[in-house]
Structures are given as structure tokens and as C-alpha cells.
Nanobody
Framework: QVQLVESGGGLVQAGGSLRLSCAASGRTFSRSNMGWFRQAPGEERKFVAAITWRGDSTYYVDLVQGRFTISRDDAKNTVYLQMNSLKPEDTAIYYC???????????????????WGQGTQVTVSS
């Protein structure tokens, strides 16, 4: 059974930091693009960051560029999202996602990912 399990969310004050983790099981994801998306109340799920299966390229939405860093540890089948200088507008449920192996589909699109975690809540207070 394929599972993605996010952790590390919580409540933090503006300007603070959190590190999200996404642990994968049931399948190796070393050949998958890995992404983070977020969904605020009343909004659609949106792209935040992604890393290619080769690990040689990372992508970010402009809103988080320079504040968030995505990384992966294939030995642990885990992907991370380091979030610094958090703002109240970063408040959302954060989802981890994995693509099919060797995918070249649009890395920023939700439709390019086959596996999703249940999400972890991030709340940033002002």
C-alpha cells in the first residue's frame, strides 16, 4: 500500500520557521518528482514547491521563493519543506505529492501527481 505521510505542521508566529516532512512507504519514490501543495479555506489546492526525480532542479511559486526550500533524502524515502520567514498568508493545509516514475509532466500541476498525503495544517499567527 502506497502512503505519503506529512508531519511537522503546527502553529507558529509570523517570522517563524517550520520544517515539513513527507515520509513515503509502499514504493520507492527516488524516481518520482515530489511536490508540495497547499490549500487555504475556500480556495483550490495550489502549487508551492517541487523537486525533480533526479534532484537536480527545484521549483517554487513566486510567493515563497527565497523563504521555502524543498529537498529530498531518497535513502529515507522522504521529502522536506523548510519554511522560513512565515507569513499569515502561508496559513493552509500542506500536501505532499509524488508523480509516476520518470515523469516529465508539468511539475507545477496537481494533475501530474499520482499519490497524495492527507495533509498537515500550518497556521501562522500575526
Amino acid at each position: 500500500q502506497v502512503q505519503l505521510v506529512e508531519s511537522g505542521g503546527g502553529l507558529v508566529q509570523a517570522g517563524g520557521s517550520l520544517r515539513l516532512s513527507c515520509a513515503a512507504s509502499g514504493r520507492t519514490f527516488s524516481r518520482s518528482n515530489m511536490g508540495w501543495f497547499r490549500q487555504a479555506p475556500g480556495e483550490e489546492r495550489k502549487f508551492v514547491a517541487a523537486i525533480t526525480w533526479r534532484g537536480d532542479s527545484t521549483y517554487y511559486v513566486d510567493l515563497v521563493q527565497g523563504r521555502f526550500t524543498i529537498s529530498r533524502d531518497d535513502a529515507k524515502n522522504t521529502v522536506y519543506l523548510q519554511m522560513n520567514s512565515l507569513k499569515p498568508e502561508d496559513t493552509a493545509i500542506y500536501y505532499c505529492a509524488a508523480s509516476a516514475w520518470y515523469s516529465y509532466s508539468s511539475i507545477r500541476s496537481t494533475t501530474s501527481y499520482d499519490y497524495w498525503g492527507q495533509g498537515t495544517q500550518v497556521t501562522v499567527s500575526s
